[in-house]
Structure formats: structure tokens, C-alpha cells
């Protein structure tokens, strides 16, 4: 029986990539910083977690070698250097963006070679006759916002308002994505579905790759971010390795947000989940019934979301630390014949300027019973597609060489 289970720690970039400077990220970091900034004992915070970043089970899948082989150096407080078990690198993104989609359709054997749309930081960022026509076909009274701003930081300023008046908060960042806030009981979840799915229909004629749902709940001054958060992207452009999987009868269990990052294509079963554990959660019960020729999918979205994009490296920390103690348990879930591999879409250097991704190299740890050994070095994020399709008997793949072999 032949298996495979993919991992992305969204964000979690190894170092910067060569073109970085193109994107105002030389030198960002992301594993790098968060392990010197936690040797520094800028990772430490009462009750959560202090001093070296602890993460055995991936040091010993050569976390730690694949992001030396990235970067040149060793990261911070590393306490192993070889007996690594699998094979460990890194990869470089050939696509054009440092986008979730990107990254991910990229990883299964989909570059992105063209640039998507971004908004302006503005304001106002979005055109009149968008805005206008959002609010003519949604029904709104209006909308707040217009402009280019971290999610927690609007929803904070503009969230009592957006209550009192019934208008939604419409923002974008770097990306190449609309985004659109409201309380999940003032105004509605369900109607801001809505409202989103009329913003996907108006924006695509201009290339942009997600209309993104951001539902809040609470009072004023404590208002809060739900999971309920909902992506509508753009239909990949071409043949990913799900499509080749569906169309060759394997299955294909997506976790958390991978379906809507593939614009729900390529997928045989949908677990919805939040949060990195409820996820986990999600991935060690599909494991459990996964029959023969069966990807599970996973993103655990936490890294990027709540730590990445907000500069948290205590929050950082602790995540990748918690993530690291269930390895063990994904790790005895896999049975013979299966490969796994964890990897990430780009970098949030959580030391970073700004609240926005980073252009880095993402680490690539294969293991598993069937996983080769050794050092991998330097691979194209297409190939991780390239060697799943290999595994599960679906042929090549046009892009990416096979690690396989």
C-alpha cells in the first residue's frame, strides 16, 4: 500500500532566496531569526515559553541541516549535526509571488509564472467603480477601510464602526488579495460569505488571487479573529498534482485550508479544521482510514496567521515547539509504503519590518517508511509534486524531478 502525507508549516521560511532584494526581503529569515531571537531571550514570555527554541523531532529530521544548507550557517542553540533520519533540504520557488497560492500550487507541481494583481497600499487602494459596485450588488450601506493594513491592527481601529454603521471593512496587503472584515453576529457570517463571493466574481477579471473572509466576534476594544475565516482563489491556471491524482483515481483528504487554496479542485474529501492542533487532529484521524493511493493534505495556517504576519517570535516559538512534540504521534500513524514530507509556501520572519510575507527558501523534510535517505540539497519546490506523483503511481509530472530516484 502506497501512501503520502504532506505538511505545510504556512510561513515557515529558511532563509532568504537570491531574488529576495527584488521583493525588499534580503535577509529575512525566518527559522534563522526565531532561533537566534530565542537564544537571545527574545523569544521568552511569562507562561508561554523561555529561553533556546526546543525542537528535537525536527532536528532530527534535519531541519537544522536543510536551513545551514539554505543559508550557510547553522541556526541558533542547534544540537544536532548528523544521524538525521529521511532526507532533508531546501527548495526555491520559481513563481513570480511570495503568495500562499503560489507557493502551494508550486509545490505540487504548478509554477506561477506570472505576476498577480496588487492592490495599491492607498488609500484608497481599490478602484471606485469595484467598491461601488460591491456595495450596489452586495447591498451594503458602504464599506470602511480601502487601504492596505495588517488584519488585527483594522479590525481593532475601524471593527466599532463597522458594527455601528453595517459596512464591512474592505482591506488588501502585499498579496495579491481582497479582504473583507465583519462581526460574525452584527453583521452576519453567512452574509459576509456572501459578500465575498460577489467580491470573487468582481475581481476577476483583474488577476487577483484571493477574496479572503475575516469574521470577528466580540465587544469593543476586545474584538478577536475567528477560524472561520474563508478563502475564495482563483482556479489554479493549470493541471496541479491533486488534478493528476483525482483524474487517475487516487483520493485526495484536504485539511484545513488546502481546498480553498486549489479553488476546491482536485480533492476527494474536505476535513474542515482551525487552529494548528485541530488540524493535526484532522490529519492523524484521515491517516487512520486512508485507504491505498491516498495524499492527506495539511496547512497548518497558526505560524502565518497569528505569529508570522503579527511579529510574534514568543508566539513563533511556541507554535513550531508544539508542533515539534506531536511529531512522534504523526510519525506512528504512517504505515508501510507511505512517505511524508513537511515543507512550507514562503516565509514570515517574524523579525521582519512590516507585517508581510517574506521571499525565502522553504525547508523540505521527507521521512517516512518509504522515504529515501540522505541530504537532498538544493530542489525546486516543483519537485516535492514531482516525487509524490512518482509514489503514488500517476506518472510525471511537467514540472519538478522526482527526489525518488
Not at 343 to 371: I, K, N, Q
Request: proline share 6%; with cysteine; charged share 20%.
Amino acid at each position: 500500500m502506497k501512501r503520502a502525507l504532506v505538511v505545510i508549516l504556512d510561513s515557515f521560511g529558511v532563509g532568504g532566496a537570491a531574488d529576495a532584494d527584488r521583493y525588499g526581503d534580503a535577509g529575512a529569515d525566518t527559522f534563522g531569526h526565531l532561533a537566534a531571537a530565542c537564544a537571545r531571550g527574545d523569544g521568552d514570555r511569562a507562561g508561554l515559553r523561555r529561553g533556546p527554541l526546543v525542537v528535537p523531532h525536527l532536528e532530527r529530521l534535519g531541519l537544522c541541516a536543510a536551513a545551514a544548507a539554505s543559508t550557510g550557517a547553522w541556526p541558533a542553540a542547534t544540537t544536532r549535526r548528523d544521524g538525521f533520519v529521511g532526507a532533508w533540504g531546501y527548495a526555491v520557488e520559481s513563481s513570480v509571488g511570495k503568495d500562499t497560492p503560489s507557493g502551494h500550487w508550486e509545490l505540487m507541481g504548478l509554477p506561477v509564472p506570472y505576476a498577480w494583481h496588487v492592490f495599491p497600499p492607498g488609500p484608497p487602494s481599490f478602484p471606485r467603480t469595484l467598491l461601488d459596485a460591491l456595495v450596489a450588488e452586495a447591498g451594503l450601506p458602504g464599506v470602511l477601510g480601502d487601504c492596505a493594513a495588517s488584519g488585527t491592527e483594522i479590525v481593532a481601529r475601524l471593527g466599532a464602526a463597522s458594527v455601528r454603521s453595517g459596512c464591512p471593512i474592505v482591506y488588501t496587503s502585499a498579496d495579491s488579495v481582497l479582504q473583507v472584515a465583519a462581526h460574525e453576529e452584527a453583521f452576519g457570517l453567512e452574509r459576509l460569505y456572501e459578500v465575498c463571493r460577489v467580491a470573487r466574481r468582481l475581481v476577476d477579471p483583474l488577476r487577483v488571487g484571493r477574496v479572503i473572509a475575516r469574521p470577528f466576534v466580540g465587544e469593543e476594544g476586545a474584538y478577536r479573529r475567528t477560524t472561520r475565516r474563508h478563502d475564495w482563489t482563483t482556479p489554479p491556471h493549470g493541471a496541479t498534482l491533486l488534478d493528476r491524482l483525482v483524474a487517475t483515481g487516487c483520493h485526495v483528504v484536504a485539511v484545513g485550508k488546502v481546498d480553498d487554496i486549489f479553488a476546491h479542485r482536485g480533492t476527494t474529501r474536505v476535513v474542515e479544521a482551525g487552529g494548528n492542533d485541530e488540524v493535526l487532529d484532522a490529519v492523524l484521524a484521515a491517516l487512520a482510514t486512508a485507504g491505498d493511493r491516498t495524499l492527506v493534505f495539511a496547512n497548518c495556517v497558526d505560524f502565518d496567521t497569528l505569529f508570522g504576519h503579527r511579529r510574534d517570535v514568543a508566539g513563533y516559538a511556541a507554535a513550531l515547539e508544539a508542533f515539534d512534540r506531536r511529531l512522534p504521534a504523526l510519525e506512528a500513524a504512517l504505515r508501510p509504503g507511505d512517505v511524508a514530507v513537511l515543507s512550507a509556501d514562503h516565509g514570515c520572519d517574524p523579525t521582519w519590518r512590516g507585517t508581510d510575507h517574506t521571499r525565502e527558501h522553504v525547508p523540505v523534510l521527507c521521512f517516512g517508511p518509504a522515504a529515501p535517505h540522505g541530504p537532498l540539497g538544493r530542489r525546486a519546490m516543483a519537485d516535492v509534486g514531482a516525487t509524490l506523483a512518482e509514489h503514488l503511481g500517476v506518472g510525471a509530472l511537467p514540472h519538478g524531478t522526482s527526489f525518488l530516484r
